[in-house]
């Protein structure tokens, strides 16, 4: 029997995986941004020669890397909902509980947009980075719900039975305190017009996902049909001042 007709440990399986990855690159070379290396704690990011030197004959990627989920060529939201953001039962799972609880169709649309920020992108500063994304594209009152959010979570409001969440207190300890800047922003939205539309998504905003409660993206295709406006060039190709952040997004690691 041949020796090396064991399993492979875990360690070679991931090495093997590498291996493949590589392969479908093909004759291209993914490189990570500034950003992806400040994640892992390093201030770095490798230079055109480095990677090239690295990399003898191959050229940098400058689109699709073949490793991600396909993208249409005119992608829709619902489009990048299937294909690039990592988690979508807590956006579901709080337009469902919003859907069933009869709000308007424009808090419904927030509340499954609210934290696209943090499933698709980034998570430090979440409401303001969605909200960027989905503004030329969705009512104004929508948009800066979304923004608003963000704040608005770290604040109670008996009115409408909303308290500080005690997941708050599990994921930034009992001492945690919002930094000013948050504490300021809180304050405007609170005397805003629209207020009660960013406070519905914190009310929405569930955070135990129940594994027997059945969501579904396909609920929502309609609401999202009548509100948000999909560019018919798809998302990333409409010259909106958002649409280089979709594009990013379909292409993270292309060079420039
Ligand atoms: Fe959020
Ligand atoms: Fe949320």
């Given at each position: ?23 479908d690159?093909?004759a291209?070379?993914?490189?990570k941004?500034?950003l ?21 004959g191959k ?12 993208m ?12 690039r953001?990592?988690t979508?039962?807590?956006?579901l799972?709080s337009a ?6 009869g ?12 934290d ?9 500063d979440?409401g ?18 979304v923004?608003?959010?963000?704040a ?6 008996p ?10 207190v599990?994921l930034?300890?009992a ?8 504490v ?17 998504i ?16 396909d ?10 406006k999909?560019p ?6 409409d ?8 594009r990013?997004?379909?292409w ?5």
């Open positions: 029997m041949n020796e090396h007709a064991r399993p492979l440990t875990l360690s070679e399986r991931a090495d093997e995986l590498e291996e493949e990855m590589m392969h690159l093909g291209r070379i993914a490189s941004s500034t992806f290396y400040l994640g892992d704690g390093k201030v770095q990011v490798d230079t055109g020669e480095a990677l090239l030197a690295a990399n003898p050229h940098m990627l400058m689109g699709a890397d073949p490793r991600l989920p396909p249409p060529d005119k992608p829709t939201l619902i489009d990048f909902f299937k294909a953001f990592a979508t039962a807590h956006l799972q469902t509980h919003a859907l069933k609880g709000q308007p169709e424009k808090v419904v649309l927030a509340c499954l947009l609210h696209i920020g943090v499933a698709s992108f980034i998570r430090c979440h303001y980075w969605g909200a960027q994304m989905i503004e030329p594209y969705v009512d104004e009152e929508v948009a800066w719900a923004r608003m959010h963000q608005l979570r770290f604040f109670p409001d009115s409408v039975g909303y308290e500080y969440p005690q997941m708050y599990k930034f300890g001492d945690y305190r919002p930094e000013p800047y948050i300021a922003e809180y304050e405007r939205a609170r005397n805003h017009k629209w207020y009660m539309t960013a406070r519905l914190t009310v929405n905003d569930i955070y135990s996902f129940d594994p027997n409660a059945t969501v579904n993206l609920d929502f295709v309609d609401i999202v049909g009548r509100n948000f999909q018919k060039e798809g998302l990333g190709f010259n909106s001042p958002s649409a280089h952040m979709w990013t997004l379909m993270p690691t292309r060079f420039l």
